[in-house]
């Protein structure tokens, strides 16, 4: 299908973008690498009177550390996260997840501020985000605010982003050295959606477990934080037992919907197992 037409505007700074957002209000549409929106606006689910680009808006790119953060310009693509060396050595979960979105073409278009503003529970980068602590930097007419992303998605295409703002900035904590991490994702095929995934981080200390994230990704409305299942980890050494009865809580919150990548029972027995999957790889992966 031809999207319905549309104005297009391709703004130069961040104040134009937000100048333009505000005039429009309901009628405009930001673009960033246009592929979650574009196909939206073909099947006519999206029909905005105007389309802001932010493409030439260099101001959105960029990924560095300031202090103990990692700062992550909304517009940097998912092939700038992948081949960030900053990212490799500091943040290699988000290096891993990115890896594992979709294929070359929409990782070369799309960007971070994109997957996570969609709202798409199918999206990698709201699990990502949520299990390493981020924040996002929302700007509008009247200012900058700073949200967290554990509660910036509220449904299904639902997010805390108002009618006028932008996000500009992704924050993580750098995390510290030694952390385990894991990104396993189920997808059918290459190009696909995760049938089920689970993102995790963890750090422990003298055996145990003292710090521990679970986040599951297209099992719900929106990303799920399992926390009964991080609760059980919390102080304890992290053995196989406990591993399968972390991934038993974390199935207990599932509420998948019924597609092509399988039915509810299916889809909850494979974010369980891709919870064991993640705890083990991260256990591995962090200093004892
Ligand atoms: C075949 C295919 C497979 C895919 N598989 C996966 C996958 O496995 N995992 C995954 O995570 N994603 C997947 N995607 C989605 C892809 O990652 C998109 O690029 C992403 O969802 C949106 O990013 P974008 O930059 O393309 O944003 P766009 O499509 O341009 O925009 C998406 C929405 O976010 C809004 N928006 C964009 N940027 C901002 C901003 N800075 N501030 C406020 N609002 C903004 C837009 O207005 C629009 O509503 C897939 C897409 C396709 C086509």
Redesign the pocket.
Known sequence: MIPRPFEYHAPRSLSEAISLLTEHGDTA???????????MMKLRFALPDHLID?GKLTE?KGIRETGDELRIG??TT?NELIWSTLLQEKCPLLVEGARQ??DPQ?RY???I???I??G?P????PSLTIALDASFVLAGEHGDRVVPADGFFLGTYMTL?EAG????EIRIPTPAAGTGYCYAKL?RKT????TAATAVTLRMSGGNVSDVRIVLTNVGQTALRATGAEQSLLGKPLDDARIDEAARLAMSICEPAEDLRGDIEYKTAMAGEMTRRALSKALSRAAH
């Open positions: 549409k930001l673009l960033a690498g246009g592929h979650s929106l574009l196909p932010l959105l909304a517009m998912e979105i979709s929409v278009r799309g960007t501020g994109g997957d503003s969609h798409d199918g999206n990698d980068h982003l703002e932008i996000m500009t997808k190009g696909d959606f995760a």
